[in-house]
C-alpha cells in the first residue's frame, strides 16, 4: 500500500520569508513516482514538479526547489521569498508504475499562508 | 489547447435522489481518471480508464456509483440514491501516455456536491 504523509498541516509566514514542505511517502514500488499540486483558493489543483524514483537530482525552478532524498523516503519542497500569491493548500502526491494505471495517492495537504 | 472540463462546477440534490457529473479530458489524452476530496482532505482516488476500458476501481467506489467513458472521450460519473456522505469535490483528471507530460495528470476543476 502507498502512503503519502505532509505532517504540517498549516503554516504561517511573513511575505518574503522561505518556507519548506515536507513530504514523506511510504511505497513497495521500485519504480515511482513523486509530484507537487497546488491548490489555491479557487480549487483546481495545479500541477507543478513529477520526480521519479531513479532520479534523485535536486530541482530548481524559480522561485521553487525540490529536494528528493530515498534514503529518507522524503520529497520536500522550498519556497524562497514567498509571495501572497503563493498562498493556497499544496499536496504531495505519489504514484505507482505506468503499468499500474498510475493512480495518484495524495497527503492531506499543507495549507500555506503568506501574510504581508 | 483547452484544458479539462467538468460540469457542472455545483450541483444540490437531496437525499436520495440521482446525479450525473461530466468530465471532458485534454483531447488525445489516453487515460481519465476519477477522485474525491472531502474538507480538509487531500483527493482520493475513485476510478480511472485507458481510453474506453475501465481498468481499476477503488473499494470507495460502492454500487451507487458508475462511471464510463463510452468513446474513450468524455466520462460520466453517476451516483444513485445519494447520502449526506457523498457531499464532496468530486475530480477529473486526464493524462497522455506518451511524451514529455506522461503521467502527469492534469486536473479540472471540480464539480462540488452537497446532498441535503
Known amino acids: 500500500a502507498q502512503k503519502v504523509t505532509q505532517a504540517q498541516t498549516e503554516i504561517s509566514v511573513v511575505e518574503k520569508e522561505d518556507v519548506t514542505l515536507d513530504c514523506v511517502y511510504e511505497t513497495r514500488d521500485t519504480t515511482y513516482y513523486l509530484f507537487w499540486y497546488k491548490q489555491p483558493p479557487s480549487g483546481e489543483l495545479v500541477f507543478l514538479i513529477r520526480?521519479?524514483?531513479?532520479?534523485?537530482q535536486n530541482e530548481i525552478s524559480g522561485r521553487y526547489s525540490w529536494n528528493f532524498q530515498k534514503s529518507t523516503s522524503s520529497f520536500n519542497f522550498t519556497i524562497t521569498a514567498s509571495q501572497v500569491v503563493d498562498s493556497a493548500v499544496y499536496f504531495c502526491?505519489?504514484?505507482?508504475?505506468?503499468?499500474?494505471?498510475?493512480?495518484?495517492?495524495f497527503g492531506t495537504g499543507t495549507q500555506l499562508k503568506v501574510e504581508l | 489547447d483547452t484544458g479539462v472540463s467538468q460540469d457542472p462546477r455545483h450541483k444540490i440534490t437531496k437525499r436520495g435522489q440521482n446525479v450525473t457529473f461530466r468530465c471532458d479530458p485534454i483531447?488525445?489524452?489516453?487515460?481519465l481518471y476519477w477522485y474525491r476530496q472531502t474538507l480538509g482532505q487531500g483527493p482520493e482516488f475513485l476510478t480511472y480508464f485507458q481510453n474506453e476500458a475501465q481498468l481499476e476501481k477503488s473499494r470507495l467506489l460502492s454500487d451507487r456509483f458508475s462511471a464510463e467513458r463510452p468513446k474513450g472521450s468524455f466520462s460520466t460519473l453517476e451516483i444513485q440514491r445519494t447520502e449526506q456522505g457523498d457531499s464532496a469535490m468530486y475530480l477529473c483528471?486526464?493524462?497522455?501516455?506518451?511524451?514529455?507530460?506522461?503521467?502527469?495528470?492534469?486536473f479540472g476543476p471540480g464539480t462540488r456536491l452537497t446532498v441535503l
Open positions: 520526480r521519479n524514483s531513479f532520479d534523485e
Open positions: 483528471a486526464s493524462s497522455p501516455l506518451g511524451g514529455s507530460s506522461y503521467n502527469e495528470q492534469f
Open positions: 502526491a505519489l504514484s505507482g508504475p505506468t503499468g499500474g494505471g498510475n493512480k495518484l495517492t
Open positions: 483531447s488525445e489524452h489516453n487515460r
